[in-house]
């Protein structure tokens, strides 16, 4: 699981806004971009290279 203070700084690095995290914390979501970054041993990939789209069945559901 992420640490809740981490959670609070980090931002999407494409357009800036909050990314949360998906129920198993495996995923941080960008609604804004409509991408998502994975989590490696609870740690961010946070790069926009390394981003995937969110596939259209579990928009929302994240």
């Known amino acids: 699981m992420l640490d809740p203070k981490l959670l609070e700084i980090l931002?999407?690095?494409?357009?800036?806004q909050p990314v949360v995290?998906?129920?198993?914390?495996d995923w941080?979501?960008?609604a804004k971009c409509s991408v998502r970054y994975r989590v490696?041993?609870?740690i961010p990939i946070m790069l926009p290279?390394?981003?995937e789209e969110i596939p259209e069945n579990r928009l929302g559901q994240e």
């Open 11 to 16: 931002a999407c690095p494409v357009c800036r």
């Open 21 to 25: 995290p998906d129920q198993g914390h």
């Open 28 to 30: 941080l979501i960008c």
């Open 40 to 42: 490696e041993g609870d």
């Open 49 to 51: 290279e390394e981003a």
